[in-house]
Structure formats: structure tokens, C-alpha cells
């Protein structure tokens, strides 16, 4: 609430006429609390019915109604604008920048430690380190991150794997590719062929890799059943869409039948 102090008018006719109350507006120390005032305004050496303006540099009479005037005039908005400075109250001490220096030099050593520790290519910091950039969790929600191996594994099976395959599946079906194919036997003694295509999106060229089928035997027909019951089963369209082949010289991949 504003102190106010009612003083009457006195009648300047002859004619009595009822007292009017004029009402002076005392300056209130509230006022420095609100977000909008607080980095403008203080007590003006000029009395409590002023106020003074430390962008404006002068003093100004009124309430609170006065304030939001003089705030919202030409001039105050222009010094407002100019004012790109801050005060040397507001900026950080010597004592925080070293600090905060001294934690960045740290954490640079520990993605350079990490890189190191297992063994990952040094080409994979650039990527690194724009991952840790890119993360906006507030702390108490970072320190609920968890991504163990059991997890990890359980996102790229199921989460990445899943839709990086519909995705590219989906791609041939609409749009000419390359097959790359290369026979292979696992840690178990089974054949398995690798197929990989070529595309061009976007007049990029990408290899990428589609998907590894089991085959009864390293024969060509059995690879030439697995590769059409592939593309049959997911609705591809290769006899339209397939432009390009390439395997090694096995015997099994040059075979006329």
C-alpha cells in the first residue's frame, strides 16, 4: 500500500463548491523488489513524494503509476537499450572463472582418459564431444541417466536396429539400388551372407549395411533362394529397383545357375 497524504484545494470563485482532495504519492522501498523496477529505480535525494531513475539519471515525482509512465518513455527506452554493459557488481569474480576454467581443463582429461581407456578411435572425440554439448538435463535429472551394457544392448536391438531397418526397407522400396553380398561362416560353423546396398539420396552415395541371412550351404542356389525370399518376404521390389550386383570371385558367386 502507498502512504498518501491528502491536502484540499481551496476554492478559487465565490461560489462554494465541495473540497477536492489532491493525493501525494510517497515513495515505497516495495517497489525496488518488483523484477521490472528494481534495476531502475531508488530513493531520490529530492524528498519521499520522488524517485529517482539511475538509467535516466534524474529524478521524477509520482507514485507507482508514475514509474511505469517514465519507464515506458522514449528516453528511458533508448538509455535501456544503450546500456550493454554490465555492472562490475554483476560479473563473476576472478576466483569463479578459475574455477570453472580449472573444471573444463578436467573434463577434457577425463574424454581424452575415456577415449584411451577403450581403446576408441581418436576421430570419435569430435562426435564425443558434441553428444556431451547436445544433452540438456538439469542436474537432478542427469544423475538419473543410466545406460549399462544390459541396456545398451536392449536399445540397439531393439530401438535402433528395429527402425534403421523399416526405415531402409521402406527406402527400396520406392527408390534403384546396388546389392553387395559376401559369404561368411560365424564362431558356430553356420553360413551366414552379408548383404549390403547402395544408395543414393539426395545425389550422396551410401553403402549401407541391410541385413545377414543364414543359408543351409555355400551354394549359389541356396544364397540365390535366401536373397529372393528376402526381398519377396518384405515386399521388395528387386527386379525393378535392383540396377547393380557385386560379390567376391568365390566359385559360389560366379556360378552361371
Known sequence: MESDTQEPIASTTGTQKPKKWAYTHKYQTAWESNAKFCKSISVSKKGDT???????????????????????????????????VDSVFNMPSMIKQKAMLKNIKETEIRIVSFVVEHNIPINVSDHLVSLINSIQLQPKYLAKLTCDRTKCTAIINNVIATTGFEDLVNYLKTNKFSLLVDESTDISSVKILAMVVRTCQNFEVTDQFLTLLPVANATADSMHEAINHFFNSHEIPYQ??????????????????
Do not use: P, W, Y
Not at 520522488?50 to 528516453?75: E, L, M, P, Y
Not at 535392383?242 to 545357375?257: E, S, V
Open 50 to 84: 520522488h524517485f529517482h531513475c539511475r538509467t535516466c539519471a534524474c529524478d521524477c515525482k509520482g507514485g507507482i503509476s508514475a514509474v511505469q509512465k517514465h519507464n515506458s518513455s522514449k528516453k528511458h527506452i533508448e538509455l535501456s537499450s544503450n546500456a550493454k
Open 240 to 257: 525393378t529397383n535392383l540396377i547393380g550386383f557385386a560379390a567376391d570371385g568365390a566359385n559360389a558367386m560366379n556360378h552361371d545357375g
